[in-house]
């Protein structure tokens, strides 16, 4: 094959030619001679040669995307229904043999009925060893995207469909397990309608994104950006686009303590003039007070949404996105408050949190979490779910992450939802950030029997910003005005956060800086050492 064939009547290749840049496609694929001795399944191969163009159901091969190197796994539903037989699993497991040993991330494509159903059992196993060599390439290091294409289902989207970083599919296309001819034909019924569709699966935290193909190579573009964890500002094959519009909003010069001080300089008050805990807790609350959305808008570029668990859960509750802030690609993920009727974290946003660890985990990525919540869920449905497990997990994940953690008190910061994202190499707290076994309100509760004594409980158990500074909770205070005590983030919000933004990212690069042994060790020494300040 050549770079000219996309002119087929292949829609694989079609697709190639719209995301890679042009002239820049080379094929990987080796000729595959038909060896079966079926004379009916000898014809049809010979058919869907004819038909396509291909000698298989999967083309490989590389190209550039927006400049950076990337390789291609892309099915062909027009040869036997993109189904995958052995020589298939073999062309698709070398291809992502060569892409690990080259190290260049994967895009894969796949539109597909499933295994080939003429080559049985050998062909079923195959999913088997692609599985593997993906697990491979991923424990490498290396970014792993996945676009679903109309339709996909069975056996490809059992394995190597659904173990992308990122995932996204094509508008209304069918993804599925079990396709829906299969299912009339065990069950003699029509399958549900508007199941099996890329935007209910969107909606269920099973794909990130739907988009067309002609919006891939931007949307490929900009996460390979971070996902790749390129120094520079937007990478070989970025181009500084954001998922914001407009530019950042600021209302103000930003001053970055950091440039003068260095980046881990402390900013004790001193001065006496630390508001009290009531005024924290109150400006904390203000419904137009900046949240996790804000920054993303405000301090991040790049940025990329996920959506979901990855597993059949989204928590509207929790924010996951791949970012850059001050040219430092990272994982982000936090509670979005959304005014005061924000829904509580839940053991779905906690299963979709780990999500974002474990993808920063696998590709070394610095994560920042954003604390700023009033408190977990409390309901039947969230002690069925496993609330207090996944809490755990979180804190057995975030103590023991390879990859570098910055973490940032953003506003309220109440009870085990605010502490499942807490553990991290470096707190970062805004001036009127707190962080409270319980809300206030519920600690006044237990220790009065009434709510009425809430502010009074949580200035007897420091949970100012200050407080958090002085027991080495919390390793830096940003302040949210010009003057300390005089306003909150919510007045001067622009400016707030592009200074915020300018601190992160010094923080989160000089944490990258760091040799990975000795910040594990200072971060298990840090965690050890919780609650023996000044003693």
């Given amino acids: 094959m050549s770079a000219a064939r996309p002119r087929t009547s292949s829609a694989a290749l079609r697709l190639i030619e719209a995301v890679a840049d042009p002239g820049t496609w080379q094929s990987w694929d080796r000729p595959v001679e038909i060896s079966t001795e079926d004379p009916d399944y000898r014809a049809d191969l010979e058919r869907a040669r004819e038909r396509t163009g291909l000698d298989e159901s999967v083309i490989t091969g590389e190209g550039r995307i927006r400049g950076r190197r990337v390789a ?214 203000r419904g137009d007070r900046p949240g996790v959305r804000a920054l993303l808008k405000v301090a991040c570029r790049d940025v990329t949404p996920l959506s979901g668990t990855g597993a059949g859960e989204h928590d509207p509750g929790l924010l996951l996105a791949l970012a850059r802030i001050g040219g430092t690609p990272c994982v982000l993920l936090g509670h979005d408050r959304r005014g005061e009727a924000a829904p509580p974290l839940g053991p779905a946003g906690l299963r979709e949190a780990r999500r974002g660890m474990r993808i920063a985990a696998e590709l070394d990525l610095p994560l920042l979490t954003v604390v700023d919540t009033a408190g977990a869920a409390l309901s039947r449905e969230a002690e069925e779910g496993g609330l207090a497990a996944e809490i755990a997990r979180c804190l057995a994940d975030l103590v023991t992450l390879p990859a570098p953690t910055l973490c940032l008190l953003l506003g309220q910061g109440a009870g085990g939802g605010a502490l499942a994202l807490l553990p991290a190499d470096r707190v970062i707290a805004a001036r009127h ?34 407080d958090l500074l002085a027991h080495g909770i919390a390793d830096r205070i940003v302040e949210e005005t010009d003057e300390i005590g005089e306003g909150d983030a919510a007045d001067r919000a622009g400016a707030f956060l592009t200074r915020l933004g300018d601190i992160l990212g010094a923080e989160l690069a000089a944490l990258r800086a760091e040799p990975p042994a000795l910040r594990l060790a200072t971060r298990r020494q840090r965690h050890r050492g919780l609650g023996t300040t000044g003693r």
């Fill in 433 to 466: 950030a707190w962080l409270s076994p319980l809300p206030p309100e519920g600690a006044s509760a237990i220790l009065y029997r009434t709510t009425e004594r809430a502010y009074e409980v949580a200035g007897r158990q420091g949970v100012r910003s200050s």
């Fill in 72 to 285: 291609v796994v892309a099915c062909e539903f027009g040869f036997l229904a993109g189904s995958i037989g052995i020589d298939a699993g073999e062309r698709l497991v070398r291809a992502v043999e060569r892409a690990t040993a080259e190290r260049l991330p994967i895009l894969a494509a796949p539109a597909s009925g499933g295994t080939r159903m003429q080559e049985g059992t050998v062909a079923f196993v195959q999913m088997v060893k692609v599985t593997a060599a993906i697990t491979d390439h991923k424990a490498a290091g290396l970014p792993y995207l996945v676009y679903l294409r109309h339709p996909t289902t069975g056996g490809v989207l059992a394995s190597w469909g659904s173990l992308g970083h990122l995932t996204a599919a094509e508008p209304a296309a069918l993804i599925g397990f079990l396709g829906p001819r299969v299912h009339e034909a065990l069950y003699g019924e029509e399958f549900p309608p508007g199941v099996q569709t890329a935007e209910n699966l969107m909606a269920n935290g099973l794909v990130d994104a739907v988009l067309p193909a002609d919006q891939l190579a931007g949307t490929a573009a900009r996460a390979l950006d971070v996902l790749a964890g390129d120094d520079a500002g937007t990478g070989p094959g970025g181009n500084g686009a954001t998922l914001s519009s407009g530019p950042p909003a600021s209302d103000g010069p930003s001053s970055d303590a950091a440039s003068a001080e260095g980046p881990f300089a402390d900013m004790r008050p001193g001065d006496g003039r630390a508001p009290s805990a009531g005024e924290s807790i109150r400006r904390s609350r």
